[in-house]
């Protein structure tokens, strides 16, 4: 049974903030306005449009379009244009990594669990584990067009890692259609502005330190940002430890395993949070080259080791 969902909008100095729960995150918009009708409007629109992209690609709920396709046991699933331009942009991102980024892998799940625990990690998987759920990884075998996708069976498909990025620029194109007024779009760390702030200033995004919880929140970066959007990836939250040895929830599509030497936080800028989110992701999995790919795409970012 879905949970009861509800939108707060609170009046600050300039402006509304807007919250909202939504993609497992906590989930803000700001607006400079003074008119309250306007941002009750903006709120309802923005988390109306994130909920609906979250009932359509969640994993986790049997109604939605990923679970179709995940239980179709190789049988055609019709889709829609979003769906297929969806498909598309993981294709792009795929290729791009050289298969190191693969939507399908997220059925590693069922044998990797990364919930940050502070003890040593009590169900590390063995490479037999691994190796039989990898058998199931693999893209290629996808085969799919603008109307339909099929997957072998016992494949499954994962909108995770692009899902929130692309309900970020979602909000912000409906924003803009709905008011002038300057928006900042916040899902859970992954955001976008419709411009800069009133007065030609800049929005100051604060940027949590990976280790935050043990050194205090005086330990963010402030980053200023004034047009497009801005993602951040890393082991802050999701992660496990074995021997001593941390391992962060990216995972290596090719072989099953966490990403070694990886930056513990990336964070990047690009025009839409979705090209900002596979960027910081693709770069996590380079580990150790991480920063001379970000270079290599000749985009602002940050990294944390």
Not at 63 to 69: A, F, Q, T, V
Request: hydrophobic share 40%; with cysteine.
């Amino acid at each position: 049974m879905q949970k009861p969902r509800s939108v707060k909008v609170n009046y600050q100095k300039d402006g509304y903030s807007i919250s909202f729960n939504a993609m497992a995150s906590p989930c803000e918009v700001l607006i400079q306005t003074q008119d309250r009708c306007l941002a009750e409007q903006v709120a309802q629109v923005v988390s109306e449009e994130v909920w609906r992209i979250e009932d359509k690609y969640s994993r986790y709920d049997s109604r939605s379009i990923c679970s179709e396709i995940n239980t179709s046991n190789g049988k055609h699933i019709a889709i829609d244009e979003e769906t297929y331009l969806l498909l598309n942009f993981a294709e792009q991102c795929y290729q791009l990594s050289d298969g190191l980024f693969d939507i399908s892998s997220g059925v590693l799940r069922k044998v990797w669990s990364f919930d940050g625990q502070k003890g040593e990690c009590q169900h590390f998987p063995s490479a037999t584990d691994v190796n039989k759920i990898l058998s199931f990884v693999g893209w290629q075998r996808v085969v799919y067009d603008q109307q339909s996708i099929s997957l072998p069976k016992n494949m499954q498909l994962d909108f995770g890692g692009i899902g929130k990025e692309y309900a970020v620029d979602r909000c912000i194109l409906l924003a803009k259609q709905l008011t002038d007024a300057p928006i900042l779009v916040n899902l859970g760390g992954d955001l976008a502005v419709t411009g800069p702030r009133l007065n030609h200033q800049a929005w100051q995004v604060a940027i949590e330190h990976p280790d935050s919880d043990a050194l205090g929140q005086q330990q963010d970066m402030i980053v200023a940002l004034n047009h497009g959007a801005l993602a951040t990836s890393g082991d802050a939250r999701r992660y496990l430890i074995k021997d001593g040895v941390r391992y962060g929830h990216v995972l290596n599509a090719k072989t099953g395993w966490p990403i070694i030497h990886a930056p513990r936080s990336i964070t990047t800028v690009a025009p839409q949070c979705i090209q900002a989110g596979i960027l910081a992701t693709l770069a996590l999995l380079q580990g150790e080259h991480a920063e001379q790919f970000l270079t290599e795409q000749d985009i602002t970012f940050w990294t944390r080791r």
